[in-house]
């Protein structure tokens, strides 16, 4: 069994990030369980003396990381970049061990958030995440003002998760028989 955490970084209830990511849940292929990390907007503003006596909801993040097999992430753009509260809790996660070369998938759900996309990357290579590319895929939930049951109902969204989730399965398979 290959086990995603799903992580987004809005904290909108009606947020389509999160929809994308629970729709994802909805289609996930055989194999593959999907757990949502709801926590993002809780946790404490980063301070550095703190990284290596963390709060304990940073504990238990940096361990819901290390168990997972790989990482969902869907992020909104916020003023052309990356949301205050999302960069937050990757701020918690650089000095952990659990983070680097975790693979991710970035599931974009706005096709003019390419600002927001291209600071993403540069913060998770930093992390040295391992970004699995053909995992991570943009659809144009833009003003369509979808849930999860109707994304994932959608023929053409709802293929283009199942390919992305079918192929983050493949690459974590493959990966976990080299190691």
Known sequence: ??????????????????SLLRAAERLSPQGVSIQHYLEVGRLPHFD???????????????????????ILISCPEYARGIPGSFKNALDWLVASHEF???????????????????????VLE?????????????VNLLAKEM?????AADLLIGQ????????????????????
């Open 1 to 18: 069994m290959v086990r995603l955490l799903a992580v987004s970084g809005s904290l909108r209830a009606a947020s389509s990030n999160s």
């Open 48 to 70: 550095p003396d703190l990284a290596d006596n963390p709060p304990a909801i940073v504990l238990a993040l940096r361990e819901l990381i290390g168990r997972a097999d790989g």
């Open 100 to 122: 680097p070369g975790k693979p991710v998938a970035l599931f974009n759900a706005s096709p003019r958030a390419s600002h927001a996309q291209a600071a993403l990357r540069l």
């Open 126 to 138: 930093t992390m040295s995440a391992n970004i699995v590319e053909p995992a991570s895929i943009t």
């Open 147 to 151: 849930d999860e049951v109707s994304i």
């Open 160 to 179: 283009q998760i199942v390919s992305a989730l079918e192929a983050f399965k493949g690459w974590i398979d493959k990966e976990t028989l080299v190691s």
